[in-house]
């Protein structure tokens, strides 16, 4: 699919033939990008946690719901986050495709701070965009920042973001299996949303097997089964979210610290 990542996580570690068409280089080339990758997202990660962010990772496959979802919190949130700001969700997105604007342009037309990343052909985001994105954002503003990856259920979950949570959505019209085809993705989610609940009746969703889908590869997530067009689902997981808010007294400690040069993070930001 892409050329910057290969599509392939694991490429690193699993390359055991010897036929010679996979020079050395190119492992070593990907196994550079991402340690780069991951030194930038380590710095992204302290940045918000200085800034006492909730930041959100969405993944799932193209069409599973994710800036429906994030309307549906904006309509739900907008008028309180304007009236007591102090206990509301003040929200401010970062969405990739490859190509248009038409993510951001929905999210700006409910009144979301939003800004669109066009990767072209690359079919992930990565932490060196984020870290361009976010300086295109009034941080201070907002207390979740929401990250909605490209649609895919491969690459993007070899890339951390440094984000606090990772958020996997798998819409009940995909099929009931794809935690168990895509279990990297899966495995990597803090939460996992099954989303379009209504549709389950119409498409015959086997609901059991779903969960116990999710269950195999991520017996560690936090589910939610929601409904952005009829609201089902979406109290219990605002309740979550706002459990998830870092607190304003929690003693912000760095996770990253290295004697090496590159810090441009914080020149690049403020
Ligand atoms: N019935 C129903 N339809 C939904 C729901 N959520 C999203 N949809 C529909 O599903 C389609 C795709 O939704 P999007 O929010 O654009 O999906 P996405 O994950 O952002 O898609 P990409 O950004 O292209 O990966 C749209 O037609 C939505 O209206 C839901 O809860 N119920
Ligand atoms: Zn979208
Ligand atoms: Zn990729
Ligand atoms: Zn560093």
């Given amino acids: 699919m892409c050329g910057t990542c290969g599509c392939d996580p694991n490429l690193t570690v699993e390359h055991g033939h010897d036929h010679g068409d996979h020079p050395k280089q190119t492992l070593d ?24 962010l909730l930041v959100m990772n969405l993944l799932s496959s193209p ?33 990739g495709d490859l190509a248009t604007e038409n993510d951001a342009q929905r999210l700006q037309q409910v009144g979301l701070p939003a800004i669109q990343i066009t990767t072209g052909t690359v079919c992930h985001l990565d932490a060196a965009m984020i870290r361009h994105a976010v300086t295109h954002l009034d941080l201070d503003a907002l207390n979740v920042l929401i990250i909605e990856n490209v649609g895919n259920l491969v690459c993007p979950a070899a890339y951390d973001l440094g984000e606090g949570l990772r958020v996997a959505l798998l819409s009940v019209t995909e099929g009931e299996d794809k935690p168990l085809k895509y279990p990297v993705l899966f495995k990597s989610a803090d939460v996992v949303l099954i989303t379009k609940i209504d549709l389950a009746e119409a498409t015959g969703f086997d609901r059991a097997r779903a969960i116990a ?41 760095p996770t990253h610290a290295h004697p090496d040069q590159d810090h441009t993070f914080a020149t690049q930001i403020n």
């Fill in 29 to 52: 080339l990907h196994a550079s990008i991402f340690a780069k990758n991951d030194h930038i997202a380590a710095h992204n990660r302290d940045h918000f946690q200085a800034k006492q």
């Fill in 213 to 253: 889908s999710i269950e195999k590869v991520a017996p560690h997530a936090t589910r939610f089964e929601i409904s952005t067009r009829t609201g089902q689902g979406m109290a219990a997981w605002y309740e979550y979210l706002m459990n998830q808010l870092p607190s304003p007294l929690a003693i912000v400690s």
């Fill in 63 to 95: 069409g599973a719901g994710k800036t429906a979802l994030l309307e549906r919190m904006q309509q739900d949130w907008r008028d309180r986050a304007i009236a007591t700001p102090d206990s509301a969700l003040r929200m401010g997105v970062i969405v």
